[in-house]
């Protein structure tokens, strides 16, 4: 096949005490990181200073974190872990869902809205033009795991993943060039100054529809119901997307989602609490080496020689 691609991309960045510190996790470390800064240079618009960028940082990072593991536990992996129950906690292994971020993300940031007495709907804009570009980045760390998969494609730009004979679609990267694609329509978007909510609505909507386009050339381990997961929660989002898009446009409400700059305020600088928890919660993502729950050693041992069975990478049975 005229130049298509064969992956042998290592996914291990080192190890340490015999734990890996992978790419795919540090597509997570990234991601928080930008949205930190993102935060701090636009937070002003929305009364938004230094501490409550940190504070909004640790609260989104924590809300990922949970969302995205227990989300796939529960909708994708229950036939596992519902057998091997003390392996929940084990990110290690592998094991996060997408749409759990996704939730999760949004449930950490209404959180954080409630405990500060922020709008939601404001911060949510905010974080919809960052959540993309994070999202787009971010498929670059499932590109080097190589564990989603297309579908079987003859096309010049198939590629040979980890254990496959095929030339498959790299799906991961066209969902990551739908999602940096979203950048710039966002920006557009808040721009033009629509009723709070309305850049986040977007986000809601475009991500979920276009998403359904993309899983067509996905193959799916499990489905439920008939239908895949994946695509059932890309069917919720964009319903959800359209209802928040009418109702925030009936409501008529010429809010600037990107207002001018509020007066200063005193300036408050981050706790160390917060510095400490933020930091940890960068670093935590590194020990994560893929989205599904793998036996490591069996799954990535040819591209990173070496790795053996312990007990932090136990045998796990093949599907």
């Not at 911060?123 to 670059?140: N, Y």
């Not at 917060?274 to 591209?303: A, C, H, M, N």
Request: proline share 7%; charged share 15%; hydrophobic share 50%.
């Amino acid at each position: 096949m005229l130049a298509a691609i064969t992956h042998r991309i290592d996914p291990v960045i080192a190890e340490a005490g015999g734990l890996c510190i992978w790419w795919y996790g540090a597509s997570y470390s990234l991601g928080f990181l930008c949205a930190l800064l993102w935060i701090r240079r636009a937070g002003p618009a929305i009364d938004l200073d230094r501490r409550d960028a940190w504070r909004l940082g640790v609260f989104l990072a924590s809300g990922v974190l949970l969302g995205g593991r227990l989300v796939e536990v529960i909708f994708y992996e229950w036939d596992y872990y519902g057998s091997h129950p003390g392996h929940i906690p084990a990110v290690w292994l592998g094991g996060m869902s997408t749409h759990g971020i996704l939730l999760g993300a949004t449930a950490g940031v209404l959180l954080f809205c409630w405990r500060a007495r922020k709008n939601f709907l404001g911060v949510a804009d905010l974080l919809a033009v960052a959540g993309a570009f994070i999202m787009g980045v971010g498929r670059l760390g499932n590109f080097i795991d190589g564990q989603i998969s297309g579908s079987v494609t003859e096309a010049w730009w198939g590629v040979k993943f980890p254990d496959l004979d095929d030339f498959r679609h790299p799906v991961v990267l066209y969902d990551g060039l739908k999602n940096l694609l979203l950048v710039p329509v966002l920006l557009l978007i808040r721009r033009m100054r629509p009723p709070r909510g309305v850049v986040f609505a977007h986000f809601i909507l475009w991500y979920g529809f276009l998403r359904i386009f993309v899983d067509y050339f996905r193959e799916y381990r499990v489905e439920f119901h008939g239908l895949p997961p994946g695509q059932g929660f890309n069917l919720v989002m964009t319903a959800a997307g359209i209802a928040m898009l009418v109702c925030f446009h009936r409501r008529g409400r010429r809010i600037a989602s990107a207002p001018e700059p509020l007066p200063p305020r005193p300036a408050r600088n981050p706790t160390v609490a917060q510095r400490l928890i933020f930091t940890g919660l960068v670093l935590f993502p590194l020990v994560i080496p893929s989205d599904w729950t793998q036996d490591v050693p069996e799954r990535y041992g040819k591209r990173h020689p070496g790795l053996e069975h312990s007990w932090l990478y136990p045998a796990i049975p093949a599907d």
